[in-house]
């Protein structure tokens, strides 16, 4: 079974800040997700990766397969992008599995 | 329509009560899955449904029990929970199995307080 750790845990910066989010796994995946999680609960899902590198607005996720690394970055911080971010792999063993997780990053944008 | 929904999104119950959870998607998605999510962990899979057959159970109790009726719908039934069992129920739903990474899409989940 994989294995996903994420870093840093925590991070507050201020408002304006580059943010990198950092994702390790420990075998290898059909895919990557980066999700997101406002308190209350909801999880929307941000990327998914199987290589390379993508951008959404302010977000850009990317991946190194072979050293099974991606990394979450967030532009021009804002404090609505305060949230749980989620780090989550599918297996590529085949098999109908969920995501694995890694235990998320709380980030805190300070204005 | 790219929504997964979730009903209800509070639930109080006691340990000899019997309620169901409720999640749908109209995205034509065949493979749906509930997850529990304990405060500051991230989410655990419970159970996945493939083409309305239950694909996984990952050792969950059978006070939880699944039921998915048709394509769009996915119920999960408590029965007899225990305080522990107090968490965030999230519901998602891909395309198909998650096989080839397969994006999932979240329910704003069920907030779950047994007493």
């Known amino acids: 079974k994989n294995e996903v750790e994420q870093s840093p845990q925590n991070l507050t910066a201020q408002e304006g800040e580059f943010i990198t989010i950092n994702c390790s796994y420990s075998?290898?995946?059909?895919?990557l997700h980066w999700l997101q999680q406002h308190p209350g609960g909801g999880i929307v899902s941000l990327f998914m990766?199987?290589?390379g590198k993508k951008k959404h607005g302010r977000l850009i996720a990317t991946i190194n397969i072979q050293e099974k690394h991606s990394s979450l970055h967030i532009t021009a911080s804002h404090p609505r992008d305060s949230a749980v971010y989620i780090c989550a792999v599918s297996d590529s063993g085949g098999g109908a599995d969920g995501l694995t997780f890694g235990k998320g990053t709380h980030l805190i944008i300070q204005p | 329509d790219t929504e997964v929904t979730q009903t209800p999104k509070h639930l109080v119950m006691g340990m000899t009560n019997k309620k169901s959870l409720k999640c749908e998607q109209h995205m034509g998605h065949r493979a749906m899955y509930w997850y529990k999510q304990k405060a500051k962990k991230p989410p655990e899979l419970m159970f996945v449904y493939s083409y309305e057959k239950l694909s996984i159970n990952e050792s969950v109790p059978s006070r939880f029990s699944p039921e998915c009726p048709n394509s769009s719908l996915l119920n999960l039934h408590l029965h007899a929970l225990q305080p522990e069992d107090s968490a965030l129920y999230l519901c998602?739903?891909?395309?198909?199995?998650?096989?080839?990474?397969?994006?999932?899409?979240f329910g704003p989940g069920t907030r779950l307080l047994v007493l």
């Open positions: 998602a739903s891909s395309p198909r199995i998650i096989l080839m990474g397969e994006t999932q899409y």
């Open positions: 990766l199987s290589s």
């Open positions: 075998v290898g995946i059909s895919a």
